[in-house]
């Protein structure tokens, strides 16, 4: 099974560099992923659960600091801004936007391979989530992080260890689609035993116990052929 602890997107409109950060990435056992846009970092970051984003302050369409924001609006995945800016009033504008660190054009692919390693051991437990609460849909579904609490209106959803962890996975990463691989990887764990049809049967539970209708579910989605993915219209209390 792959590793999925160690995906990292690398966003760079310089061909070259990708390719030799890539490598560099690749022979230390990272999986790596591909951008030369803006809109190509997006997608990616819509569909894959990535563990660490290199990202070009420079790009031909959306900048890295306007890409940084979108991100961090979403997630807590860790950002590495790659820039040729080198002044300190930049290097501070993109730490203020939620980048995690800041490295200089030319660059040592050494150098970049260890400040990966390094960030990804600052942020190697759980992510800290955005907001200890989630309430979708004008409050019809709560979720309480810290008391690991569920609600369907007004009433608490018992769920399941398994079917709980199903559920923040899918909720921390709004829109992405996960395989039932992944989910099998990031929320049961590797020492899961059974076949990733077991996942069928935890969304099936989960979407009876969260959703008005679970026939016509409006919150956790199938996404054919591939797997699953969640929605639903978002106020962090």
Same mark, same amino acid.
């Given at each position: 099974m792959l590793n999925y602890s160690k995906r990292i997107l690398v966003v760079d409109d310089e061909?070259?560099?990708?390719?030799?950060?890539?490598? %560099?990435?690749?022979?230390? =056992?990272?999986? #790596?992923?591909?951008?030369?846009?803006?809109?190509?970092?997006?997608?990616?970051?819509?569909?894959?659960?990535?563990?660490?984003?290199?990202?070009?302050?420079?790009?031909p369409d959306l900048g890295g600091e306007e890409i940084c924001k979108i991100i961090r609006n979403r997630s807590r995945v860790p950002v590495i801004m790659l820039t040729a800016k080198a002044e300190e009033e930049d290097i501070l504008k993109g730490l203020n936007i939620g980048a995690d660190d800041y490295i200089t054009k030319p660059f040592s692919p050494k150098?970049?391979?260890?400040?990966v390693a390094a960030v990804l051991r600052r942020t190697s437990e759980d992510p800290v989530p955005l907001s200890n609460i %989630?309430?979708?849909?004008? =409050?019809?579904? #709560?979720?309480?992080?810290?008391?690991?609490?569920?609600?369907?209106g007004n009433n608490i959803v018992n769920l399941t260890p398994k079917e709980?962890?199903?559920?923040?996975?899918l909720v921390k990463y709004p829109g992405k689609t996960f395989t039932r691989e992944e989910l099998i990887h990031i929320a049961l764990g590797d020492d899961f035993e059974g076949f990733d049809r077991t996942v069928d049967t935890h969304i099936k539970n989960l979407r009876q116990?969260?959703?008005?209708?679970?026939?016509?579910?409006?919150?956790?989605?199938?996404?054919?052929?591939v797997g699953y993915r969640f929605q639903g219209s978002e106020a962090h209390d």
């Open positions: 061909k070259k560099i990708v390719e030799v950060v890539k490598s %560099y990435l690749e022979h230390s =056992g990272y999986e #790596v992923f591909e951008a030369y846009t803006g809109k190509e970092a997006l997608e990616v970051f819509e569909k894959v659960p990535l563990s660490l984003i290199v990202l070009d302050l420079m790009l150098q970049l391979v260890a400040r %989630y309430s979708f849909n004008n =409050g019809d579904l #709560v979720i309480d992080s810290l008391k690991y609490e569920v609600r369907k709980y962890k199903i559920l923040m996975t116990k969260i959703e008005t209708d679970s026939k016509a579910p409006k919150y956790i989605m199938t996404v054919h052929g």
